[in-house]
């Protein structure tokens, strides 16, 4: 008989005991099968998740990615297409994700993450995630990246927003949030179609590329770009608050940080690995078993990038942030072909917000009289991150 769990996003339990919750189930019951949201199946072991990921063919990708039903969503491709339609679209925006490429944002998202700085430093407090953590991989994203105007961020930022963390307690607004940002993101490609200038950049890619040699759908389109602003925004803004709380509560981390600017990389994929926000789906193309569990053909199947980051098996005292240790090899983009496209344009704002949160601060620890707040869904974030502070001078 199955083993069923209470796995359900919108409980208490797992929001407040999120990395207890996850390190029970990787110990005694790897693949989970929970009833909520119409049934599906966890997988929580580093070794399960990295080679489902990797095996397309057998959880696809193509019935979507999220546990709940969107009604009437354009396929999110990249994120919602298999091989080898998914090869062909990665081609046509693989070469604008590049390190080569996206370091002509770095300055400038340093200069952004420097001016949201002085906007607070001054106060002595702060609530980091809406004054910083929130806005700055938008900001990085949508007006440097993309170049979109950045007015548009705090309304892209509010149905994004719900269109994620709102899936599971209230789909209509989710939804209501998705449409939203798939109308957006019809009129900025009806624009640039409409007009005579070739900017040569991602958004003209999609407008002209053709795909099995048609022009790409209206529909297609559209879902990219919707893809490319729901994997970029609250993904870094949960690492970048979670960085925050860390550096906040281990000052001597910061110090050593402080000290060796050459353990700054490694620190950041150890940010990542220890605080991955994400959870995807797929659907099973045909019975398997994994675990000693049998999956069934048709089943949902939920990849759990964050527990796998915290596997012990994989990773030596894995609740530890230690910036010596390679962790690279971390699941917190995904594995196979699915994984981040984006990963170059996290890391830009993560270099960003970690050498503001080394050089701008001196004393710097969690509000002792508020604490931080969290939602959990398919992904996981602070909501709110108070901090007190001096200034460095
Ligand atoms: C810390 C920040 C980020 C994390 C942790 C993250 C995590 C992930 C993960 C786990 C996947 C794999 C999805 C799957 O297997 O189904 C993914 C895919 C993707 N991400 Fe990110 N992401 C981040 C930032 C970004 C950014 C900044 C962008 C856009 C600029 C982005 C765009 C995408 C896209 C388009 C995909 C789909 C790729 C494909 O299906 O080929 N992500 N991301």
Redo the contacts with the bound molecule.
């Keep these: 008989m199955t083993e069923t769990i209470d796995f359900d996003f919108t409980s208490d339990s797992y929001n407040e005991r999120y990395y207890d919750v996850l390190a029970k189930l990787r110990a005694t019951c790897p693949v989970a099968r929970s009833e909520s949201m119409g049934g599906f199946w966890v997988l929580t072991r580093y070794d399960d998740v990295s080679s489902a ?1 990797r095996d397309w063919q057998t959880f696809t ?1 193509a019935q979507g ?1 999220g546990l709940a039903e969107v009604e009437n969503q354009p396929p999110l491709g ?2 919602e297409l298999d091989p080898p339609q ?1 090869s062909e679209l ?1 081609k046509i925006l693989n070469p604008f994700f590049t390190a080569p490429c996206v370091a002509g944002i770095e300055s400038a998202a340093r200069l952004q993450a420097a001016e949201l700085v002085d906007r607070f430093i001054d106060a002595g407090q702060c609530d980091f995630h809406a004054v910083f953590a929130r806005p700055l ?1 938008g900001l990085v ?1 949508l007006g440097h ?1 993309l170049e979109l105007p950045k007015e548009d961020l705090p309304q892209l930022q509010e149905w994004a927003e719900a269109a994620i963390f709102e899936q599971a307690s209230d789909s209509e607004h989710a939804q209501t949030g998705f449409r939203n940002i798939a109308g957006y993101m019809a009129a900025v490609l009806e624009q640039r179609a409409a007009s005579s200038e070739r900017k040569n950049d991602l958004i003209d890619a999609l407008v002209n590329n053709t795909l099995d040699g048609a022009p790409l759908s209206a529909e297609l389109r559209i879902g990219s770009l919707i ?2 602003l729901l ?2 925004l609250d ?2 803004t949960s ?1 970048l608050n979670e960085m925050c709380r860390h550096l906040a509560e281990e000052p001597a981390l910061r110090r050593r940080l402080q000290k060796n600017p050459d353990l700054h990389s490694m620190a950041i994929e150890e940010f ?1 690995r220890l605080y ?3 959870t ?1 789906g797929r659907v099973a193309t045909k019975d398997v078993v994994i675990g000693g569990r049998h999956i069934a053909e048709g089943d949902r199947v939920l ?1 759990h ?1 964050a527990s796998t980051n915290r596997d012990g098996d994989q990773f030596p005292n894995p609740d530890v942030l230690d910036p010596e240790r390679n962790a690279c090899r971390h699941l ?3 594995a ?8 170059n ?2 890391k830009v704002s ?1 270099r960003a917000g970690l050498e503001q949160l080394l050089t701008r601060f001196d004393e710097l620890e969690l509000d002792p009289a508020r604490s931080p707040t969290y939602v959990t869904s398919q992904a996981r974030g602070a909501t709110s991150m108070p901090i007190r502070f001096t200034a460095a001078r």
Excluded: D, N, Q, W
């Design positions: 990921a990708s990615v990249p994120i998914h990665r991989p994203l990246f893809v490319l994997g970029g993904t870094t690492v990542l991955s926000p994400g995807l990849l990038f917190a983009f995904g196979g072909p699915h994984r981040c496209i984006g990963s344009v996290a993560l």
